[in-house]
């Protein structure tokens, strides 16, 4: 989802330093595809980087932000990664992290943050843009997105 509120904004702002402190370069901000979504893309060396941000005011009920990062939502962001990798033709090895933040809501502090580097991985490690030997199409608003294999 495109972050418009507040502490949403805060949380994105904060998680892209924590990833270019340790020199990851920033990609994309809220990049998506269709109905799929990835908060931050970053690369390094090595690695394309797929972060998932949480922000919150508050650690309700003793959950830290991270921990609401369920396995629908990973699901999702494995499935947005995919289509990115193809898409951009990425040969680099993917790795899925999350970053939870915890914002002041009067003075707009941020009073905790936590990067999960690796936090999860696919069920099945076949996301490479080689990996797909077939065709395959992506509707993106109104236009097909796509590559034939002959």
């Given amino acids: 989802m495109f972050v418009t509120d507040p502490i949403g904004i805060i949380g ?3 998680a892209v330093r924590m990833l270019e402190k340790k020199r990851l370069r920033i990609l994309e901000h809220n990049w ?10 970053a690369e390094n060396r090595k690695e394309i980087v797929f972060v998932e941000v949480k ?3 508050t650690t309700f009920g ?6 609401y990062v369920d396995e ?11 289509a990115y990798i193809k898409h951009n033709k990425i040969e680099k ?16 502090e941020i009073t905790y943050r936590h990067h999960l ?11 490479t843009s080689g990996s797909y030997s077939g065709s395959w199409r992506w509707q993106h608003r109104g ?5 034939s294999r002959k």
């Fill in 12 to 14: 994105e702002e904060e």
């Fill in 32 to 41: 998506r595809m269709g109905h799929l979504e990835v908060d931050l893309i």
């Fill in 55 to 57: 922000a919150r005011t």
């Fill in 62 to 67: 003793g959950m830290m932000p991270e921990e």
């Fill in 72 to 82: 629908d939502k990973k699901r999702r962001v494995i499935a947005a990664a995919n």
């Fill in 93 to 108: 090895t993917p790795r899925f992290d999350i970053i939870g933040i915890v914002v002041n809501a009067e003075t707009k």
């Fill in 117 to 127: 580097e690796n936090a999860f991985q696919p069920q099945i490690r076949t996301i």
């Fill in 143 to 147: 236009h097909t997105i796509g590559r």
